[in-house]
Nanobody, 124 residues
């Protein structure tokens, strides 16, 4: 069982930056592919980014490519989502997710573990 705890959300003006963190419990963090998803009010949860347990390969949704950077620190059992040039449409609850031994996971159903979410609000 893996527990995920997100932090770093908040209120920021358009054009600003935030860094989300997700800390994971357990001793096998390095074998987990990690993902970020978000859900805006009245909308379905959508993929934001993932980082593979193999070589740290990253994948991004087109809507965040070039603005968001996903990284991991296996020594700290933590992943980070650096979000720059934020837009009002980035406003959502952001969820961290984990799945073991799966190189490429872009769909929410592929993930086994989920955090409680952290809210990001971008004002115009």
């Amino acid at each position: 069982q893996v527990q995920l705890v997100e932090s770093g959300g908040g209120l920021v003006q358009a054009g600003g930056s935030l860094r989300l963190s997700c800390a994971a419990s357990g001793r096998t963090f390095s074998t987990y592919t990690m993902g970020w998803f978000r859900q805006a009010p009245g909308k379905e949860r959508e993929f934001v980014a993932s980082i593979s347990y193999i070589g740290g390969t990253t994948y991004y949704a087109d809507s965040v490519k070039g603005r968001f950077t996903f990284s991991r620190d296996n020594a700290k059992n933590t992943v980070y989502l650096q979000m720059n040039s934020l837009k009002p449409e980035d406003t959502a609850v952001y969820y961290c997710a984990a799945v073991p031994y799966k190189h490429r996971a872009l769909q929410s159903y592929e993930y086994r573990y989920w955090g409680q979410g952290t809210r990001v609000t971008v004002s115009s």
